[in-house]
């Protein structure tokens, strides 16, 4: 991809926008706020390794680090020297000075009136049992233990039991099938696994131990299996194996002493998935990355521990949980809301029912979810005091500048300033972000690096760019949250991340500076069609289609075409009653065409539009892009289970077969 492949993407469509929104200077709220100190990002520059030593100073350490980075490309050791436990400095201190009566978790289940109130000396209690009840099953430091658990406290218990006896966790979403937990397990040739029986989702108990007792059946290096009982339904039990969590940890002595690790002992793995290769475990390790975590979640979010209610509406089986439901707001001492269930549960208004009752003032989740919030409409959140909130972030893929204005408008009700975050499970925390009180936002740019991080946009030589052109993402220097590599596998984290551009981090997205210099995520590289030789965006395409007043959502893929190479094939769903039959149906789709060749330009109009009332999406919220290209591509469907509704695609499937006449 060259500097014209990216660098022409959203010239004109950006163009007209900045034109259209106005930039968002910062809050005078915010100005006012310890956190909006703008030279934090010259003295971050100056010596980055120094100003993340600052910050190293809020954690507890049993032994002090003697040098801060050994940087031996592509391998970073942060904090050498240096002992501590994460455990303690999430949950131990704050008891130690004071602040054990807190509320770390408010915590709410899907069945509407369900919910649990965990304050930092309930936390600390539960934590030391789970530990003492690991110890006991054999479990010692080093060993992994896979955590396949819905969205409940003992989740985050099990999590922070094995970083205090210092076995690593790799948490595996709850979603995921018998087969790919099988694969994750022997990767990582964890020999203890945490589960449950089931998980609650829109109003159903579904099971989650028979997908462990599949998987076990090809893992038989596992010797217990640890299960929470959450619904209550049957299961199979494995004598010998099986053992239950009230029979085992309730019995716990609740103190318990841990133990100083390494700054760099492993803390965790997590997989991310990988469509034409083995999943990648991406390692991270105890020391970076809590600084980067617990500093990224301090000033981004503006945070108040005092006062801040902070919720971030994800699930920890991916690193968003990890780094901003877990670690992050543990060590700043923040409460935190965790919820359950779906958007839906209960009614459209369950998340704003949520945010008024428990006050909630910082609320952090993704675009997709924000444009289904959208599609159903503003009249849910109206119906709702939501003047608690004073920040909102957005975070896992770009968000089109409509939804940012949504978001801002109908949530923020105009009083919220919004921090649009581009990182990865990799980053191990955010890395592009605006800062409140500080720097101004544009709707759907991620603006400029966090500081302490040196991230660039370069061409296909590795030059940086001019501002006004695109082209790769990459990261200049170490960040201590970095992953440690790829579990078992260093040559692969050497070729994956670091081959592309000599002494670079790349991880596969493309970027466009704008004429300030600020930064726009283009998303994934791979995600780039080649239409007749010309490289487009799908991110570009979806923005366009989105910023239609008649469509909610909208994903769009490339599909081979004996012609022009690639086609592009958009998926999109209409707000309300839009298109309520066939004939309007095909006119909105002839103009929606027609936007998009005028938005973009005519080399980007869709070969084909396919509109459905839903597009496929994970529990956490994302669109299966992957799923949609096997449709699009007439191949037979891939693993669904992670799907939220795995009903959609058969749907869509039939759609795109009965309605041909979309295709042009």
Known sequence: MSNDTIGSIQGEALA???????????????????????????????????????????????????????????????????????????????????????????????????????????????????????????????????????MIPEAVVAM?????????????????????????????????????????????????????????????????????????????????????????????????????????????????????????????????????????????FDLKPESDIFWTAADIGWVTGHSYIVYGPLVNGSTSVMYEGTPDA????????????????????????????????????????????????????????????????????????????????????????????ITSTKPGAAMRAFPGIDADVVDDHGDSVPNGAGGYLVIRKPWPGMLRGIWGDPERYRDTYWSRFPGMYFAGDGAKRDEDGDIWLLGRVDDVMNISGHRISTTEIEHALVGYPAVAEAAVVGASDPITGQAIVAFVTVKGEQAKSEEDGSQLVSDLRDHVATTIGPIAKPRQIILTPELPKTRSGKIMRRLLRDVAEHRELGDVTTLLDPTVVKMIDENLKAHPGTEE
């Not at 109206?382 to 949504?406: K, Q, T, Y």
Request: proline share 5%.
């Open 16 to 150: 007209a926008l900045l034109h259209e929104h106005r930039h968002f200077s910062p809050s005078e709220a915010f100005a006012k706020s310890a956190n909006a100190q703008p030279s934090i990002y010259e003295e971050a520059a100056q010596d980055p390794v120094a100003w993340w030593a600052k910050e190293a100073e809020h954690l507890k350490w049993e032994k002090r680090w003697d040098t801060t980075l050994e940087w031996d490309l592509p391998f970073a050791k942060w904090f050498v020297g240096g002992k501590l436990n994460a455990a303690v400095n999430c949950v131990d201190r704050h008891v130690e000075e004071g602040r054990g009566d807190k509320v770390a978790y408010y915590w709410v289940g899907e069945p509407e009136g369900e919910h649990r109130v965990i304050t930092y000396r309930d936390l600390l209690a539960m934590v030391s049992q789970a530990a003492h009840a690991l110890e006991e099953l054999g479990v010692t430091a080093g060993e992994r233990v896979a955590i396949y658990m819905p």
């Open 160 to 300: 922070l039991a094995c970083a205090r006896i210092g076995a690593p966790h790799s948490v595996v979403f709850g979603g995921f099938s018998s087969e790919a937990l099988a694969g994750r397990i022997q990767d990582a040739d964890a020999r203890v696994i945490i589960t449950a029986d089931g998980q609650f989702r829109r109003g159903t108990a579904l099971p989650l131990k028979p997908q462990v007792d599949a998987a076990l059946e090809t893992c038989p290096n596992v010797r217990s299996v640890l299960v929470v009982r959450r619904t209550g339904g049957e299961v199979n039990w494995v004598e010998g194996r099986d053992v239950w969590w009230h029979d085992l940890v309730d019995r716990q002595s609740t103190t318990h002493t841990p133990e100083a690790f390494d700054a760099e002992h492993p803390l965790y793995i997590m997989y991310t998935s990988g469509t034409t290769a083995r999943p990648k475990g991406i390692l991270h390790t105890t020391a970076g990355y809590l600084v980067h975590t617990a500093t990224t979640h301090r000033y981004i």
């Open 346 to 437: 209960g009614g459209k208004d369950r998340w704003w029912k949520i945010v008024e009752e428990y006050k909630v003032s910082i609320l952090y989740t993704a675009p997709t979810t924000i444009r289904t919030l959208m599609k159903w409409g503003e009249s849910y959140p109206a119906s709702h005091d939501l003047s608690s909130l004073r920040l909102l972030g957005s975070v896992g893929e770009p968000i089109n500048p409509e939804a940012w204005m949504w978001y801002r408008k109908y949530i923020g009700r105009d009083n919220c300033p919004i921090v649009d975050t581009w990182w990865q499970t990799e980053t191990g925390g955010i890395m592009i972000t605006p800062l409140p009180g």
